[in-house]
């Protein structure tokens, strides 16, 4: 085989692992969003990501109480697929408004970590001031003839 085959092979073998990489680690993205999902029905979860360019990634989910006091605080951090999701128990218990002021919680160790924990809070700000939907036809639009 000429090296242009060679080069168009290793190609599609790097771009089929990077598939199987990114395909494992929304499983596991989602699995965890399921769960926390089902096991706290009540209240609101927020999920806030920072895109490292050249560094690590980071996403945190941040799942607080319906008055606001944060239950559960996992974050995500790192440069590859294998990356997990890291529980954080020393936030849980913090009512949110003291996560909102000082959001580089984890120390300057970590960048990222404070843009994730920005955007995580305004995600929970904005499901918090949607209204209700009620089940039923009450959310439907009638026509108007």
Do not use: C
Not at 21 to 30: E, F, L, N
Not at 76 to 103: I, N, Q, T, Y
């Amino acid at each position: 085989m000429a090296i242009w085959q060679w080069g168009l092979l290793l190609l599609v073998v790097v771009w089929a692992l990077q598939s199987l990489g990114v395909w494992v680690q929304m499983r596991h993205y989602s699995g965890v969003f399921k769960g926390i999902t089902e096991k706290y029905s009540d209240g609101f979860v927020g999920a806030g990501n920072h895109r490292g360019r050249f560094g690590k990634g980071t996403i945190v989910l941040v799942v607080v109480t319906p008055d606001l006091i944060v239950r559960r605080f996992l974050a995500m951090s790192g440069r590859s697929v294998f990356a997990k999701f890291k529980r954080h128990e020393e936030f849980e218990g913090v009512a949110l408004d003291k996560l909102r002021s000082d959001p580089a919680v984890l120390g300057e160790g970590e960048p990222g970590v404070a843009e994730a924990v920005k955007r995580a809070i305004e995600q929970i700000d904005r499901a918090r001031s949607e209204p209700v939907k009620q089940p039923g036809l009450s959310g439907l639009n009638t026509a108007r003839a």
